[in-house]
T-cell receptor, first 109, second 116 residues
Framework: QKEVEQNSGPLSVPEGAIASLNCTYS??????FFWYRQYSGKSPELIMS????GDKEDGRFTAQLNKASQYVSLLIRDSQPSDSATYLCAVKGNTPLVFGKGTRLSVIA | GAVVSQHPSRVICKSGTSVKIECRSLDFQATTMFWYRQFPKQSLMLMAT?????????EQGVEKDKFLINHASLTLSTLTVTSAHPEDSSFYICSAVQGAGANVLTFGAGSRLTVL
């Protein structure tokens, strides 16, 4: 069974700090990796996608992928209270997208 | 960008009744739509993959006779929860991919179902 694991948190960081969110996956055949943000009571919204090893930066967000270690992470620089949400890691191989349970991030002002 | 409209956003019904949730792709054609369910503090669980013009593919453990999915056009998929019970109360979210072979999902706003 394909699994995506995340620490449920909550992860608390002070405003302005770097938040680091981690995710591991079991399917070595996975090819596409996504980070979604979900506010309470809302549906997920895509933040980042990454397909090859290394780093991918978009504004304050950096996704990191290491396929050998089956590990993907999301860094949020200069964290803001508005970043407080649950962050879902999602992984896709030849099957539909599989989501992790999400990490709840709390940015303290 | 791609927009997926889902309604109703909230629905409360009595046990034993049926509820229909609609999912529409507003500015693109979606040959494939996905239906997810999310219980409180849990992840999104894929219920079924809806393919235009054909039968939906259900995930293991999802009752196809209880959760009826119809994808009659390239822009509309519906999920009907039949004979709803309190344990069916959940957040139901549809999503679609834009373009064949695309990976990125666009989600609808979700539908909060409460069965009394």
């Amino acid at each position: 069974q394909k699994e995506v694991e995340q620490n449920s948190g909550p992860l608390s960081v002070p405003e302005g700090a770097i938040a680091s969110l981690n995710c591991t996956y079991s399917d070595r055949g996975s090819q596409s990796f996504f980070w979604y943000r979900q506010y309470s009571g809302k549906s997920p919204e895509l933040i980042m996608s990454i397909y090859s090893n290394g780093d991918k930066e978009d504004g304050r967000f950096t996704a990191q992928l290491n396929k050998a270690s089956q590990y993907v992470s999301l860094l949020i620089r200069d964290s803001q209270p508005s970043d407080s949400a649950t962050y879902l890691c999602a992984v896709k191989g030849n099957t539909p997208l599989v989501f992790g349970k999400g990490t709840r991030l709390s940015v303290i002002a | 960008g791609a927009v997926v409209s889902q309604h109703p956003s909230r629905v409360i019904c009595k046990s034993g009744t049926s509820v229909k949730i609609e999912c529409r792709s507003l500015d693109f054609q979606a040959t494939t739509m996905f239906w997810y369910r999310q219980f409180p503090k849990q992840s999104l669980m894929l219920m079924a993959t809806s393919n235009e013009g054909s039968k939906a593919t259900y995930e293991q453990g999802v009752e196809k006779d209880k959760f009826l999915i119809n994808h009659a056009s390239l822009t509309l998929s519906t999920l009907t929860v039949t004979s709803a019970h309190p344990e069916d109360s959940s957040f139901y979210i549809c999503s679609a991919v834009q373009g064949a072979g695309a990976n990125v999902l666009t989600f609808g706003a979700g539908s909060r179902l409460t069965v009394l």
